[in-house]
């Protein structure tokens, strides 16, 4: 983060990312807390392996069929 701090995030599900969300996730951590995280505020992310399995987002202008 900006600040210094740090999250490692070993499974992909504890980062939470709703699909109407812009700036925002969530970081689950251990024993049933989490972290809002204001995505402007990340200066870095690496990573390890494979790349994630992606699906693609529909823009605004593409119709459902």
């Given at each position: 983060?900006?600040?210094?701090?740090?999250f490692d995030i070993k499974d992909p599900e504890s980062l939470v990312v709703h699909k109407d969300w812009t700036v925002d996730a969530i970081?689950?951590?251990p024993r049933?807390?989490?972290?809002?995280?204001?995505l402007r505020n990340v200066s870095h992310v690496s990573g390890?392996?494979?790349?994630?399995?992606l699906k693609r987002r529909r823009g605004k202008d593409e119709s459902d069929s």
């Amino acid at each position: 983060m900006n600040n210094g701090a740090r999250f490692d995030i070993k499974d992909p599900e504890s980062l939470v990312v709703h699909k109407d969300w812009t700036v925002d996730a969530i970081v689950l951590l251990p024993r049933g807390r989490f972290s809002f995280v204001y995505l402007r505020n990340v200066s870095h992310v690496s990573g390890a392996g494979s790349l994630p399995r992606l699906k693609r987002r529909r823009g605004k202008d593409e119709s459902d069929s």
